[in-house]
Each structure stands twice: as C-alpha cells, then as structure tokens.
C-alpha cells in the first residue's frame, strides 16, 4: 500500500482470499489480537487511498496471484515490476487464462 501511494497508483482494488482479514479490514470493530495493529495501519491507509477497496476473491478466480505469492515467499530483496513481470508469471497466465 506504501507503494502505491509513493507510486501515485491510486485507486486501487485490493483482491484478498482471505475472508477473515477482508471483513477485519471492512469492519469498524477494534481488534486485540496481533494482527489488530497491522488491520488498523491498513485501514488508516485506505482512508488516504480515496476510492480504494479491499476485497475478498475465491482463491480458485486467480490462480496467478495465489501461486505468484507462495514464490513471493521465497524472495528476500524488494522487487518491483512496473512493466515487466518475472517469467513465472506469464507461465501461470499462459496456463490458467483462456485463449
């Protein structure tokens, strides 16, 4: 989110498969748990995204995203791809997207 505000990327729509956190995020309910410090800097954040939106996605509708984040896992340094995409994304897109 920091580098979409810093990139003047805004708005922008959030897609998570997390229902759990979406709802967090969506709600007003001030949460104890450790997360609730990382939910309320999202939500401060999206306030100064106008128009931007975090929402909940099936898994199963993007493919390409859920298995681009487990390789996320594994990559130490920040990277950022602004017109071009890393090799494993076009396999994934090539494979899972319709002709």
Not at 38 to 58: E, N, P
Not at 79 to 96: A, I, K, L
């Amino acid at each position: 989110m920091i580098f979409v505000k810093e990139s003047g990327l805004e708005p922008v729509l959030i897609e998570s498969d997390a229902l759990g956190v979406v709802n967090l995020i969506s709600s007003e309910t001030l949460v104890y748990a450790d997360i609730g410090l990382i939910i309320m800097d999202i939500r401060d954040r999206l306030q100064d995204m106008i128009g931007s939106l975090v929402v909940f996605t099936h898994r199963n509708v993007n493919v390409v995203a859920h298995n681009f984040s487990k390789i996320a896992l594994t990559i130490v340094e920040d990277h950022n791809w602004m017109e071009f995409y890393p090799q494993c994304v076009e396999w994934y897109v090539q494979d899972h997207c319709p002709d």
